[in-house]
Antibody, heavy 121, light 106 residues
Framework: QVQLVESGGGVVQPGRSLRLSCAAS????????MHWVRQAPGKGLEWVAV????????YYADSVKGRLTISRDTSKNTLYLQMDSLRAEDTAVYYC??????????????WGQGTTVTVSS | IQLTQSPSSLSASVGDRVTITCRAS??????LAWYQQKPGKAPKLLIY???TLQSGVPSRFSGSGSGTDFTLTISSLQPEDFATYYC?????????FGPGTKVDIK
């Protein structure tokens, strides 16, 4: 079935880097825009970034702009989130999610199970 | 664009009718989605374009509204509906979520 599987989370010191991956299966990955959404412990959902189906357009939350970078490799059916200059406030579960029916206004219809990032010394 | 939700939490019984409100700080047309999240799980899309039921979602869920004021209604609350509900605006970037409404058992 349609599936997204995140990986790459872990414990990292402040100021260091980490790269998250999201492997897509059972759908035409190259036809869909993709998002990253995060959730700090005990908190609500925070949208992080979006990338268009062909990678030509990217948008970011103000809180991560300049530090986190979204990218994709359609040949590998994989979405990435490069996380640099990490801060304690980046500690969260990170979810990748698919744009619904290729219409960005329709929300996110498929979500991964999440990967946990903890930024701590 | 800021989103507020009310109430922030509510207690209800099985069979109750539940209404959650989401208000946007500026007009967002019908570019609003609703999600359900259970503890330790990923969010699940319930409603998109303010009032369109996502495939596979029970018909007891419904959404309405446009502009700045939106509602999510559960017509008859079921045991599996106890969860946190979030609205999300998709009118413009950066996308934003509401703070959530936790629905628990009375």
């Amino acid at each position: 079935q349609v599936q997204l599987v995140e990986s790459g989370g872990g414990v990292v010191q402040p100021g260091r880097s980490l790269r998250l991956s999201c492997a897509a299966s059972e759908f035409s990955f190259g036809d869909y825009g993709m998002h990253w959404v995060r959730q700090a412990p005990g908190k609500g959902l925070e949208w992080v970034a979006v990338i268009s189906h062909d990678g030509s357009s990217k948008y970011y939350a103000d809180s991560v702009k300049g530090r986190l970078t979204i990218s994709r490799d359609t040949s590998k059916n994989t979405l990435y989130l490069q996380m640099d200059s990490l801060r304690a406030e980046d500690t969260a579960v990170y979810y990748c999610a698919r744009v619904h029916s290729t219409y960005y206004y329709y929300g996110m219809d498929v979500w991964g199970q999440g990967t946990t990032v903890t930024v701590s010394s | 664009i800021q989103l507020t939700q009310s109430p922030s939490s509510l207690s209800a019984s099985v069979g109750d009718r539940v209404t959650i409100t989401c208000r946007a700080s500026q007009g967002i047309s019908s570019y609003l989605a609703w999600y359900q999240q259970k503890p330790g799980k990923a969010p699940k899309l319930l409603i998109y374009a303010a009032s369109t039921l996502q495939s596979g979602v029970p018909s007891r869920f419904s959404g309405s509204g446009s502009g700045t004021d939106f509602t999510l209604t559960i017509s008859s609350l079921q045991p599996e509906d106890f969860a946190t509900y979030y609205c999300q605006q998709l009118n413009s970037y950066p996308l934003t979520f509401g703070p959530g409404t936790k629905v628990d058992i009375k």
